[in-house]
C-alpha cells in the first residue's frame, strides 16, 4: 500500500517518531529549515515535502514526494547522504526534485538523511555512530569509524527512516554513497542491482563494509518489507554532468517515469 499524502497530511506518528508536513509552521521552534537547492517555481516535480524527523542536533531530515500515484504505478526511494562526507551524491535526488513534473513513478527521495554529518563533514553523525550500522538487523556493537552506536537504533535519524520506510514501503529502495564505484549484488534481486548497472554505467560488485557488515538500512528493509534494497557507490570524484544530468534521466527510465 502507497503512503497517500495530500493537502490535508499533518502528521505521521510511527515507531516514536513524529513527522509534520513541512509547512513554514511546521519549522516553528524546530531549528533551521532545510536549504532550497532551486525556487518553488521550477521545483513542479515536487507534490510533497515531509519533515520525516530531527537529527541529534535538531536539524529537519526532509522527503519530498515526486511523480503521481495510481493503479499500476510502482513506488520507488532513493536516500543519499547517510554518510555526512558523501557530500556529492546528494546531486542526484536533487535534480529529480529541482525540475519538472515527474509522470510515471511515485518517488520519494531524502537527499540528505544526516545533516549534522553533512554540516560537520563526517562519516557519522553528531553522536560519533556510523548510521549504516545502526539499524536494528544483524547489529553488532562496534566503535570506531564505523561505530555502531551503544545499542540498535539508538540514533533519532536511523528511527525517523524506519518509521517511514514503514509508511511508504516503497518496491524498490536505492541507497546511494561513495567512494566504491559500484552496485552491490547482494541483494533478494540480484536481477535488479545488474538492471541499476547498465543504467548507470556503474559495475556489480559486492561492495566491502570496511568492517562488520551489520546494521545496515538495506539489510534491515530486506528483513522487514517485501521490496528490495540496494547499494549503488559512485566513485570519490564523480562528474557533476553524472550527477546531475545523467543519472537522474538514467533512473527516472528505469522506474519507468518521465517527465
Same mark, same amino acid.
Given at each position: 500500500?502507497?503512503?497517500?499524502?495530500?493537502?490535508?497530511?499533518?502528521?505521521?506518528?510511527? #515507531?516514536?517518531?513524529?513527522?509534520?508536513?513541512?509547512?513554514?509552521?511546521?519549522?516553528?521552534?524546530?531549528?533551521?529549515?532545510?536549504?532550497?537547492?532551486?525556487?518553488?517555481?521550477?521545483?513542479?516535480?515536487?507534490?510533497?515535502?515531509?519533515?520525516?524527523?530531527?537529527?541529534?542536533?535538531?536539524?529537519?531530515?526532509?522527503?519530498?514526494?515526486?511523480?503521481?500515484?495510481?493503479?499500476?504505478?510502482?513506488?520507488?526511494?532513493?536516500?543519499?547522504?547517510?554518510?555526512?562526507?558523501?557530500?556529492?551524491?546528494?546531486?542526484?535526488?536533487?535534480?529529480?526534485?529541482?525540475?519538472?513534473?515527474?509522470?510515471?513513478?511515485?518517488?520519494?527521495?531524502?537527499?540528505?538523511?544526516?545533516?549534522?554529518?553533512?554540516?560537520?563533514?563526517?562519516?557519522?553523525?553528531?553522536?560519533?555512530?556510523?548510521?549504516?550500522?545502526?539499524?536494528?538487523?544483524?547489529?553488532?556493537?562496534?566503535?570506531?569509524?564505523?561505530?555502531?552506536?551503544?545499542?540498535?537504533?539508538?540514533?533519532?535519524?536511523?528511527?525517523?527512516?524506519?518509521?517511514?520506510?514503514?509508511?511508504?514501503?516503497?518496491?524498490?529502495?536505492?541507497?546511494?554513497?561513495?567512494?566504491?564505484?559500484? #552496485?552491490?549484488?547482494?541483494?533478494?534481486?540480484?536481477?535488479?542491482?545488474?538492471?541499476?548497472?547498465?543504467?548507470?554505467?556503474?559495475?556489480?560488485?559486492?561492495?566491502?563494509?570496511?568492517? #562488520?557488515?551489520?546494521?545496515?538500512?538495506?539489510?534491515?528493509?530486506?528483513?522487514?518489507?517485501?521490496?528490495?534494497?540496494?547499494?549503488?557507490?559512485?566513485?570519490?570524484?564523480?562528474?557533476?554532468?553524472?550527477?546531475?544530468?545523467?543519472?537522474?534521466?538514467?533512473?527516472?527510465?528505469?522506474?519507468?517515469?518521465?517527465?
Amino acid at each position: 500500500m502507497n503512503l497517500r499524502l495530500g493537502a490535508a497530511l499533518t502528521t505521521l506518528v510511527t #515507531v516514536g517518531v513524529l513527522t509534520a508536513a513541512t509547512s513554514p509552521s511546521a519549522y516553528a521552534g524546530r531549528g533551521a529549515a532545510p536549504t532550497v537547492a532551486a525556487p518553488a517555481a521550477v521545483r513542479a516535480a515536487v507534490v510533497d515535502r515531509v519533515v520525516i524527523g530531527y537529527s541529534v542536533k535538531h536539524r529537519p531530515i526532509v522527503a519530498y514526494h515526486l511523480g503521481e500515484q495510481g493503479p499500476g504505478i510502482p513506488t520507488m526511494m532513493i536516500v543519499s547522504t547517510m554518510h555526512g562526507n558523501e557530500r556529492q551524491i546528494q546531486k542526484i535526488p536533487e535534480a529529480l526534485r529541482d525540475g519538472r513534473k515527474i509522470h510515471g513513478v511515485d518517488l520519494w527521495v531524502v537527499p540528505v538523511m544526516n545533516p549534522d554529518g553533512l554540516a560537520a563533514d563526517t562519516r557519522q553523525n553528531a553522536h560519533g555512530v556510523d548510521l549504516n550500522r545502526n539499524f536494528p538487523t544483524h547489529w553488532v556493537h562496534t566503535t570506531g569509524h564505523y561505530g555502531s552506536g551503544p545499542k540498535a537504533a539508538s540514533e533519532p535519524e536511523t528511527r525517523a527512516m524506519m518509521s517511514f520506510l514503514l509508511k511508504v514501503k516503497p518496491e524498490r529502495l536505492i541507497s546511494f554513497h561513495q567512494p566504491l564505484h559500484g #552496485v552491490d549484488v547482494d541483494s533478494r534481486r540480484p536481477a535488479f542491482s545488474h538492471k541499476v548497472s547498465r543504467a548507470l554505467h556503474l559495475p556489480v560488485s559486492h561492495v566491502k563494509c570496511g568492517g #562488520v557488515c551489520g546494521g545496515t538500512m538495506t539489510q534491515w528493509f530486506e528483513a522487514h518489507l517485501p521490496g528490495t534494497a540496494i547499494t549503488v557507490e559512485y566513485g570519490a570524484h564523480p562528474a557533476s554532468r553524472t550527477l546531475r544530468v545523467q543519472a537522474p534521466k538514467a533512473l527516472l527510465r528505469l522506474f519507468g517515469g518521465h517527465r
